[in-house]
T-cell receptor
């Protein structure tokens, strides 16, 4: 079945460690996105990529990094520079130019110990 | 601040009743979308309404858009316990990068 797969679903990290969240899609979508969601809040855009080998910062990119070496994959690294990384992270993709429907993964919950 | 603001933040109704959620936004949009999120899960797209449309239906969902008031509403008719979720509006701005900007959501609880 086509869809977006995020892994791991739960992740624990010690302060000062970098962690990488995986996002893979088999929908043949050009655009991919990373959002952060805090409890009881909406989604805030971290990074997005409209095409392979290109990505742009969203509204809260500080302390995060991404790569887009393959169309199917858009991993997010949460670096030690991110001061408050505990959150729910959602990856999404879109077949259009970013103006159409987003398809979301099931999310990754990161907890910093 | 967020482009979209949902109202109310939380809504609790009895099964069978209709649920109405509102979304207001600040700047001109290309389209507006509604999404649903079950607790701890990803978001699921419900409906998209373009800036030149005023009303759209999908099953028990009815969405309206008033661009003069910069507002939209989502109506769920004959609610069911399974409709319990958070509902988010998201807008695509005309100016700037073509990306979705989400509101903070309405938490809907349907009581059996």
């Amino acid at each position: 079945d086509g869809g977006i797969t995020q892994s791991p679903k739960y992740l624990f990290r010690k302060e000062g460690q970098n962690v990488t969240l995986s996002c893979e899609q088999n929908l043949n979508h050009d655009a991919m996105y990373w959002y952060r969601q805090d409890p009881g809040q909406g989604l805030r855009l971290i990074y997005y990529s409209q095409i392979v080998n290109d990505f742009q910062k969203g509204d809260i990119a500080e302390g995060y990094s991404v790569s887009r070496e393959k169309k199917e994959s858009f991993p997010l690294t949460v670096t030690s520079a991110q001061k408050n990384p505990t959150a729910f992270y959602l990856c999404a993709s879109s077949g259009g130019a970013g103006t159409g429907e987003l398809f979301f993964g099931e999310g990754s919950r990161l907890t910093v110990l | 601040s967020q482009q979209g603001e949902e109202d109310p933040q939380a809504l609790s109704i009895q099964e069978g009743e209709n649920a109405t959620m509102n979304c207001s936004y600040k700047t001109s949009i290309n389209n507006l979308q509604w999404y649903r999120q079950n607790s701890g899960r990803g978001l699921v797209h419900l409906i998209l309404i373009r800036s030149n449309e005023r009303e759209k239906h999908s099953g028990r969902l009815r969405v309206t858009l008033d661009t003069s008031k910069k507002s939209s509403s989502l109506l769920i008719t004959a609610s069911r316990a399974a409709d319990t979720a958070s509902y988010f509006c998201a807008t695509v701005l005309i100016q700037g990068a073509q990306k979705l900007v989400f509101g903070q959501g309405t938490r809907l609880t349907i009581n059996p």
